[in-house]
């Protein structure tokens, strides 16, 4: 039973992993050119996405909801459309990377088009590129191939952004803060500038340099003190649970 509930539970793995044994069996040449290849993709990506699981985490802990909604939320009209195409087409990597960075994006309060700008920049405009699809291809064909695949990309943006909505992608949202009762504080963050324990005393000690938690559980009146050291934190090591 076990091990059929690992196989329902893995599906896809089952799955490849049957394709892998079908093909030893039938064509075993081709099974194991299969197989390197699929090798060099795996070690590539565990080379890559570590780097990409912690930038996104970095991100995510300390850079504001509201500085992500100014420069790619709704309300970022043209600027966000921009930068949205200067950060897709100046990353690196490979377009995989680009997902968690995304989703990451949406959770903080970008929009849905301008996630598809960063995604279809990414893919398919990469500026250190652009030199050498000039130098092979000629100026003029770089030119008009990338005019036209920029309102392409603008196009679909708009199109998605009009039959996705963001409740239909598997994202957690940011819950009110007023509804919240409890502290959430990342200790490996804390850089031990006491300002909580100042602010807040009867919540927070200093205890080896690194704050720590009296009480997790807040009373009503002391939510807004609460949102002023969140925002006050100068490595949001601090927030609500």
Known sequence: MKIVGIIKNN????????????????????AYSSVKNSM????EMLEIMPVIFILTSII?????????????GEKAGVKGSLFSFL?????????YAAFPV?????????SITNVVIILSAWAVIKIPMLANEAKFLGAQFMAIRWILTVISILLMSYLVAIYVTKESIPIEEEEDLNLKNGIDLKVQYCIGCGLCEKLLPQHFQMIDK???CKEFILKNEQIDKLKS?????????????
């Open 11 to 30: 599906k896809l793995i089952t799955i490849v992993s049957l394709t892998y044994i079908l093909l030893f069996l039938a064509i075993p040449d081709k």
């Open 40 to 43: 060099y993709y795996i070690i």
């Open 60 to 72: 995510d802990a300390w850079v504001p909801k509201e500085v992500i909604m100014s420069g790619f």
């Open 87 to 95: 950060l897709g087409s100046f990353s690196a990597g490979p377009i």
């Open 102 to 110: 995304c989703k990451m994006l949406l959770k903080k309060g970008a």
């Open 210 to 212: 690194k704050a720590k």
């Open 229 to 241: 050291i969140i925002n006050k934190c100068p490595v949001k090591a601090i927030d609500f649970k």
